[in-house]
T-cell receptor, first 113, second 112 residues
C-alpha cells in the first residue's frame, strides 16, 4: 500500500544551523510533492511544491530536493531561527491527476536560541 | 489573513446531537477538501469536492456528510455525534492543477 514516512522523532538544532528533514515514500509515482508547515492547533500552511522533473526548488531560506529514484525528498531550512520551530509535513498526490493529497505524519523541528 | 474560514473554532457537544461545521473560501477555488486530524497524527482525507454539486468520500471512512451547493461553501454535517468523532477537522481548498492547498484554522470538536 502507499506509504509516506517522515521521522517521527523531533529534530532539535541550534539557531543559525541548517535543519534537514526527510520524506520517504513507497508505492507512489507522484507527479509532484509538497511541503507544509503546521503550528500547534492550526491548519497547515503551504510552503513549496516540487515537480517530478525538478531536482531542486528554493524559496528564501528553504530548499527542497526530490529524488524519484530514491523515492525521497529532503527539506532544508538554512540559517534556522526559533520562529522556524513547528511541525513540517510532506504531502503527495494520492492518485494520478486527482489533486487529492496524502500527508505524512510530520516531523517536529525545535530551534533553540 | 485567512481566505478560508472555518466556524466554530471550538465546539463541545453532547452525544447524539446534530452538528454542522462551516467552511467558506473567498478565492473562487473549485476544489475543496475536509481532513480529520488527531493530535500528533497525520491528516486523513474524509471528503472532497471538485465543484458545485460534486462530492466524494475520501480515504478515511467517516459518518459525516458534505454538500457543495455554492462554490465558496463546503459544510460538513454529523447527524448524530459520538465521542469517537472527537478530533480536529480541517477544511482546505485549491485551484485546478498542481497547486498547494489553503487550509482553514480548523474546528476542534469534542463530543462528550
Amino acid at each position: 500500500s502507499q506509504k509516506i514516512e517522515q521521522n517521527s522523532e523531533a529534530l532539535n538544532i541550534q539557531e543559525g544551523k541548517t535543519a534537514t528533514l526527510t520524506c520517504n515514500y513507497t508505492n507512489y509515482s507522484p507527479a509532484y510533492l509538497q511541503w507544509y508547515r503546521q503550528d500547534p492547533g492550526r491548519g497547515p500552511v503551504f510552503l513549496l511544491l516540487i515537480r517530478e522533473n525538478e531536482k531542486e526548488k528554493r524559496k528564501e531560506r528553504l530548499k527542497v530536493t526530490f529524488d524519484t529514484t530514491l523515492k525521497q525528498s529532503l527539506f532544508h531550512i538554512t540559517a534556522s531561527q526559533p520562529a522556524d520551530s513547528a511541525t513540517y509535513l510532506c504531502a503527495l498526490e494520492g492518485s494520478s491527476n486527482t489533486g487529492k493529497l496524502i500527508f505524512g505524519q510530520g516531523t517536529t523541528l525545535q530551534v533553540k536560541p | 489573513e485567512a481566505d478560508i474560514y472555518q466556524t466554530p473554532r471550538y465546539l463541545v457537544i453532547g452525544t447524539g446531537k446534530k452538528i454542522t461545521l462551516e467552511c467558506s473560501q473567498t478565492m473562487g477555488h473549485d476544489k475543496m477538501y475536509w481532513y480529520q486530524q488527531d493530535p500528533g497524527m497525520e491528516l486523513h482525507l474524509i471528503h472532497y469536492s471538485y465543484g458545485v454539486n460534486s462530492t466524494e468520500k475520501g480515504d478515511l471512512s467517516s459518518e459525516s456528510t458534505v454538500s457543495r451547493i455554492r462554490t465558496e461553501h463546503f459544510p460538513l454535517t454529523l447527524e448524530s455525534a459520538r465521542p469517537s468523532h472527537t478530533s480536529q477537522y480541517l477544511c482546505a481548498s485549491s485551484e485546478q492543477g498542481a497547486y498547494g492547498y489553503t487550509f482553514g484554522s480548523g474546528t476542534r470538536l469534542t463530543v462528550v
